[in-house]
């Protein structure tokens, strides 16, 4: 059975720093990419960041270039998403997704509980 555990959401000032956490289970780790998508309240989830099997290759979603970086520790079987310079509009459920990397932006094979991220202005 397939597990992915978020962990490291919570509530943060403007400005501020998360780094967020997901730990897989259930599946062989080092072969699959690995994203992070978000949900805000009202809005459609959209894709945050990926990250290819062996963390070679990464993509990021335009909304967070540059304050958000993406990786993953494969001997934990966890991947990460440290996000700075975090804005009001960045809040959002944070949800860690498994999938193939050149599809995971359409098709996700697993997905987590989500995380929830508050940024207060």
């Known amino acids: 059975q397939v597990q992915l555990v978020e962990s490291g959401g919570g509530l943060v000032q403007a400005g501020g720093s998360l780094r967020l956490s997901c730990t897989a289970s259930?599946?062989?780790?080092?072969?699959?990419?690995m994203g992070w998508y978000r949900q805000a309240p009202g809005k459609e989830r959209e894709l945050v960041a990926v990250?290819?099997?062996?963390?070679?290759?990464?993509k990021y979603a335009d909304s967070l270039k540059g304050r958000c970086t993406i990786s993953r520790d494969n001997a934990k079987n966890t991947v990460y998403l440290q996000m700075n310079s975090l804005k009001p509009e960045d809040t959002a459920v944070y949800y860690c997704a498994v999938g193939a990397y050149t599809r995971i932006s359409t098709s996700v094979d697993y997905w987590g509980k989500g995380t929830l991220v508050t940024v207060s202005s």
């Open positions: 990250i290819s099997g062996g963390g070679v290759s990464t």
């Open positions: 259930g599946i062989i780790f080092s072969l699959k990419a």
